[in-house]
């Protein structure tokens, strides 16, 4: 039997991860079946077992995925040492700019499954955790510079403003899976005027 080239397995496993994409968006997490990426995928039940041992484990491959795409362009920012209020702007918009674009709007879906499936899954939650965490360390990074330029209350736990901020951002994908008319560009508005210190008006004068 002739051996898959590198190239090919590479495919096939994209292949799987779209389709697998696919139907937890249209059918649910939890109502699709392995059955069902087989034939989206249109490869064998053996062929998508060799790549991946169950629904948990392409559900990692998104979640792994997501958060290296995030971690990756904060961590080439922060090397820049960007002004704070620059860069959470930017993580604000990076975040919420997709939303009204159908892949953007099923991603958001598929995110909130994920949170889902997360709960009752430990092995899941786990994993998740630890992904959760590199996105935390690298925002708590550039805070706690932040800090010591006096840009940030210096008495805030860096992780902690980190934690806050990431929590209300991944939490839009829960908002906006319920209700597909969210104002996203008011909670993005709202969103940096807390974070930038011009919620408070009195404190402000």
């Known amino acids: 039997m002739p051996k898959i080239s ?19 968006a ?3 997490f ?14 064998s039940s053996g062929a998508v077992y060799s790549y991946f041992e169950n629904k948990e484990a ?3 491959e ?3 995925r997501r958060t290296e795409d995030y971690v990756e362009h904060l961590e080439r920012r922060t090397k820049e040492d960007v002004e704070i209020g620059t860069l959470l702007s930017e993580i604000i918009e990076s975040y919420t700019r997709g939303f009204g674009e159908e892949m953007f709007d099923q991603k958001s879906k598929v995110n909130a499954q994920m949170w889902s499936a997360g709960i009752m899954r430990k092995e899941l939650r786990e994993a998740g955790n630890v992904l959760f ?3 935390v360390q690298a925002l708590s990074d550039p805070i706690s510079r932040a800090q010591d330029r006096k840009e940030i209350d210096p008495d805030l736990a860096p992780k ?8 209300m951002i991944f939490g839009l994908d829960l908002r906006r899976a319920s209700q597909e008319d ?5 909670f993005a508005k709202v969103t940096r005027s807390l974070f930038l210190g011009q919620f408070n008006l009195k404190d402000n004068k």
């Open 133 to 135: 965490e590199r996105y």
């Open 160 to 167: 902690m403003v980190a934690e806050v901020m990431i929590t």
């Open 30 to 43: 939890a109502e699709t079946t392995m059955r069902d990426i087989f034939n989206a995928s249109g490869l």
């Open 6 to 24: 590198e190239e090919k397995k590479k495919a096939r496993r994209e292949e799987i991860i779209s389709s697998a994409f696919r139907c937890f």
């Open 62 to 64: 998104l979640c792994a």
């Open 182 to 186: 969210f104002d996203v560009k008011a």
């Open 58 to 60: 392409i559900v990692y």
């Open 26 to 28: 249209t059918k649910g």
